[in-house]
């Protein structure tokens, strides 16, 4: 059993110790009044340097990144993440920067935002970006208050809805209400790309936009993009692009081409900076000139040389972050960008493609792809086949590549497809990987034929057996308490 | 620099097996017209040699706060951040890893994030806290949110002595249409109990006070506040700084219903602004709307201790456009830094340096007002405060030159952070050039 930072705690045991105070000991005051102090210590652990140390590392072998193997997660772009990168964010002339200096003393920083900004307005095809938001959602939501910002500065008050696809992520449609906008779902047709008769059909003036990720949740491209753009624009509403899936095009189409308004990219995915368990990541968005107004604030211009924050912008919707967001992730999506230039994200994209392609012909045989055709960076299998002929479901093959030392694809996920494996290899992988990868598919295929039961119990080699999610959540245990 | 790995030769073995003649056939699907038909107008790729001189010198371009003094605070703090923070957050387990979907693989990082909540409870004096948010003012939005949603009101006032930063972020967060912003002026740096309770109706979600406030005051009329709120069953939301809570009473305690504010201060370094980390705690009652990813203990199929996420039915991935936030990726890097960090300093290291804060700053008033200067507000401070300046620009200005990073400019006063990396020496310099400023 893994004990708690807590249950290793020995009272007076300590790592970190105060330099000694330099105030002379006639002038130490403390002018708290008393009703003001705490009655008890918080209760934090007590252990010396060397038990924390362990601790954490000892949770760190207890945990799975990309530099432990093979990530295939579908819609999230586990690659690689450069070593340079993480060098550069930490450099102190990074790291140490306080966010109100004056604007003298940062200017190596702001040149570095505005450089990025303009790299970002090429690489999308956009006029302006903001690199405010601080994740992929927050740029939609970021997004979406733009689009409400720009109908009602045209005093265009009646569109109340917000239409994303029955394939999107969960954060568009909970995007949408957040800023209180009703979701209307479009279908998806036999091909499974957006129903144009369906979009046709929903649109109307009370329509505020589409939020539309290209190439799709199945990996495909939307062919027709153009077309609907067409229809989104003709009936005034305005295209959004979430960049979720933007590893599959960079360097060879771009959102702002195929009529997008408003586009976000996640810097922890297409631009190789680290998910860190969870996060920080970055999610800047990119504007067509005529929503530039509309920014967050400050923007980063530059006059003679110089580099300057301007708060003075009327139209905009405000600030998302307190500061000018996770300043940290886009040094290291700079550098990266830096490091590749034109040719290397292009061959970040081809690459990805190629992978990806191969992996969905060589497991096309074994598991039933619903959509199998020429995908982008990623696609979707099932295992309905396995479902249906032992019982053997998406969840049991993900629980079994963790006994490979594999982590598994998203599960369950679009919702369109049944027992969904969504599988991204990117493009950081070896062929080798991927065929280890085929080769331990296979396998679980053929353990579901063979031996279903030993598969229901999966995983048998990692640090615990499956977990009861249902306890967990019908009697949550949020923190621990100690025992007296 | 290339990250990809296969070699050309494998490219093509690759392609065969596909069935592609090249690698443009993989992207017949693009319509042509869509096709970017030259080369991205970007510089060209660099070596790791040429990145390493351009970003060291980019960096070289900025004044950092760990070779100079800096009194800058609100609402980013330079702390003290010990070594074995940044060497374990270098474990690239963690840091290569993605939200923990997967418990069995997960296992470490989950049990960093349940020990993570647990610290900030502890902290805090709360029932629960989530896994983290962006920063301190989207938490804070994010907080005024749930007050609305819990209660079915709209009615969201602030005294205008919360950070400004944090009332903006909150602003742009009502464009949504469910929450009514009314901010209330402050009287002589904290918030005036009398407009407040005045404005307090069954229309009212919430009261937010930040304590310490945006200028480092405490707020004193907590008690007040909090009865007023309660009693016409609206939520008291507070914004406070983790490092006081090693001396002042934490927010369960004054009757919080959620508690926010802003981590950086534990062990994540200034870096311009962000990454930071906002911590979000709140009260059982509120536990099933709580926004962002939660962890809970449980049991694997043979009893085995196990951590795994929980309560996901809230969260946009189960509930889509029901879900009451639509946050996703958060801060967990920053969280575990913080986790890291609180570990290190512990229980006594926590109180202690909260402490010495604070001495250092009730020194540097001393210091101060010895060197002829007033305090803006006569009111018991943590670390921070506003000292009265004619022409804080300058003043700014003239600390610089002497080396000295200063502080915040108010409206007639510099607003000043002392925390436990400042010396009296320092201190003595700051007083010294500021007190000749206000001789001249």
Known sequence: ?484 | MNYVPNPPWVVRQMLDTIGAKNIEDLFADIPEALKLKRDLNLPRPQSEVELRRELAALAGRNLSADDRPCFLGAGAYDHYIPAAVEQLLLRSEFYTAYTPYQPELSQGVLQTIFEYQTMICNLTGMDLANASMYDGGSALAEACSLACDATRRRKILIPDTVHPRYLEVIRTYAMGGKMEIITVPGKDGVADPDAITSMIDSRTAAVVIQHPNFYGNLETALQQIEKAVHGVKGLLIMAVDPISLGLLKPPGAWGADIAVGEGQSLGNPLSFGGPYLGFFAATEQLMRRVPGRLVGETVDREGNRAFVLTLQAREQHIRREKAGSNICSNEALCALAATIYLTLVGREGLKEIARRCHQLACYAKQKLEQAGLKLKYQRPFFKEFAVTIPDPRAANAALLKEGIIGGYELDGALLLAFTEKRTCAEIDRLASVLGGIARE
């Open chain 1, 1 to 484: 059993m893994s004990k708690l930072i807590f249950e290793k705690s020995v009272k007076g045991a300590r790592a970190f110790t105060l330099p000694e105070s330099d105030i002379p000991p006639e002038k130490v005051s403390e002018e708290i009044p008393a009703d003001f102090l705490r009655e008890e210590d918080p209760l934090l652990p007590e252990v010396s340097e060397v038990e924390a140390v362990r601790h954490f590392t000892a949770l760190s072998q207890r945990s799975y990144g990309v530099d432990s193997g093979f990530y295939p997660l579908g819609s999230c772009t586990m690659k690689y993440n450069p070593k340079i990168n993480e060098w550069a964010a930490r450099l102190p002339g990074f790291a140490g920067i306080h966010p109100y200096q004056p604007e003298e003393t940062v200017q190596g920083a702001l040149e570095l935002m505005y450089e990025l900004e303009q790299m970002l307005c090429e690489i999308t095809g956009m006029d302006s970006f903001t690199l405010q938001p601080a994740a992929g959602a927050h740029g939609e939501m970021t997004g979406a208050m733009i689009i409400k910002a720009y109908h009602n500065s045209r005093g265009d008050t009646k569109r109340t809805k917000m239409i994303v696809p029955d394939s999107a992520h969960g954060t568009n449609p909970a995007t949408a209400n957040m800023l209180g906008y009703k979701v209307i779902e479009v279908k998806s047709d036999e091909r499974g790309l957006v129903d144009l008769e369906d979009l046709r059909a929903l649109m109307s003036d009370e329509i505020a936009g589409l939020m539309l990720t290209n190439p799709n949740t199945l990996g495909l491209f939307e062919e027709n993009i153009r077309e609907i753009a067409a229809i989104v624009h003709d009936a005034g509403g305005l295209l959004y692009y979430d960049g979720a899936n933007a590893n599959a095009i960079i360097g060879i189409a771009r959102p702002g081409d195929m009529g997008f308004d408003i586009c976000h990219l996640n810097l922890h995915k297409t631009f190789g900076t680290p998910h860190g368990g969870g996060g920080p990541g970055s999610g800047p968005i990119g504007v067509k000139s005529f929503l530039a107004d509309f920014l967050p604030v400050p923007v980063i211009e530059k006059h003679e040389g110089k580099y300057h924050l301007n708060y003075n912008r009327p139209l905009s919707i405000g600030k998302v972050h307190t500061f000018y967001g996770n300043f940290g992730v886009m040094v290291k999506a700079y550098t990266y960008i830096k490091a590749l230039g034109s040719s290397g994200l292009k061959a970040v994209s081809q690459n990805a493609v190629l992978n990806a392609n191969y992996l969905r012909t060589k497991l096309a045989g074994c598991y039933d792809i619903p959509y199998n055709r020429l995908c982008k960076h990623e696609f979707v299998a099932s295992a309905r086949k396995q479902k249906k002929e032992a019982g053997i479901t998406a969840l049991d093959v993900a629980k079994a590549l963790i006994d490979r030392r594999c982590h598994p694809p998203t599960v369950y996920f679009p919702l369109i497809v049944e027992e969904a494996l969504m599988i991204e290899p990117t493009e950081t992988e070896t062929r080798e990987r991927l065929d280890a990868f085929i080769e331990a598919m296979l396998e679980i295929d053929r353990e579901a034929r063979e031996n279903p039961e030993r598969l229901k119990e999966a995983p048998h080699r990692a640090v615990i057996r499956r977990p009861d999610e249902t306890g967990a959540a019908r009697n949550p245990k949020l923190k621990w308490t100690p025992k007296d």
